[in-house]
């Protein structure tokens, strides 16, 4: 069986409701942003535990000193040396889930651009402004154009939004700025959002991203489609647009994000020794 990320209780909004990431966008979130919280030091720092969390503490911090993307292979030889680096690193602002694959997990830690995976592969930390499973699963399942519509009937709204999609869509590649529509802007009658749900669906990966107000993120079954939803400290929807993107950016980790973890973590170091 897969290993999975223990819980790190560090007070209230600091992990994610599951529900968060399983709920389709315009329901309101159910926990507020959360808090950086520092780590808690080893008591003990000459275990043999202990001395492997420094380790791979240390092997991290090696890799913030090359260019990204970097991953470290996890494969701790005791449950308290795993326990220990994941207390040090904390839980951050983004986290991935995929439908009907419990096994995944991608969740960012206190070092903004610093992950903890695990998937199929096994489990690792990464360097990256998101790791490349969650835009390579979101796209592996996902069809290259949108399905057909015969009958638009009174949803006028939807086929002025997959109109301008399409075609946004035909002339996009990765790697290109992304596009996004809004759709809090665009015309919508009652019939224009279960019509635009008929014809995007809802994609295996969902993100939640509580940085600079809380963003949902859902991929669609048109490849490089997703829905975001933006929303307010109170949970409700305030934006929602459709966005062409690898990753939307509400998820990614900025250049300048990733240069801070190297002090962050020196500082978190510097704790536990």
């Not at 830690?109 to 992950?115: C, D, S």
């Amino acid at each position: 069986m897969q290993p999975t990320i223990p819980p790190i209780l560090l007070g209230p909004g600091s992990q994610a409701d599951e529900a968060d990431l399983a709920t389709p966008i315009g329901t309101p979130m159910s926990a507020p942003m959360q808090t950086y919280v520092p780590p808690v030091s080893i008591d003990s720092p000459g275990g043999v535990a202990e001395q492997e969390a420094l380790r791979c503490l240390d092997g991290l911090r090696a890799l913030l000193e090359r260019p990204v993307p970097q991953r470290l292979v996890l494969d701790f030889s005791s449950s308290g040396a795993r326990a220990l680096v994941a207390e040090a690193l904390g839980r951050g602002e983004v986290e991935v889930a995929c439908a009907h694959r419990p096994e995944f997990s991608v969740r960012e830690t206190r070092l903004t651009g610093v992950w903890w995976v695990v998937d199929e592969r096994g489990e690792r930390l990464e360097v990256a402004s998101i790791p490349a499973c969650v835009s390579r699963i979101a796209a592996a399942v996902a069809a290259e154009r949108l399905r057909e519509v015969d009958d638009w009937g009174a949803a006028l709204g939807a086929r002025a939004v997959c109109t301008e999609l399409s075609a946004a869509h035909d002339g996009w590649c990765p790697g290109d700025v992304p596009r996004v529509i809004n759709l809090s802007l665009s015309p919508r009658g009652p019939a224009d959002p279960p019509m635009l749900e008929q014809v995007l669906g809802r994609g295996p990966v969902a993100i939640l991203s509580r940085g600079y107000g809380s963003c949902r993120i859902e991929s669609t079954r048109l490849r490089h489609c997703w829905w975001v939803g933006h929303f307010n400290p109170e949970g409700r929807v305030v934006l929602e647009t459709l966005e062409l993107a690898e990753v939307p950016s509400a998820a990614l980790a900025t250049a300048e994000d990733i240069a801070d973890a190297a002090p962050r973590l020196d500082e978190i170091l510097a704790a536990l020794r």
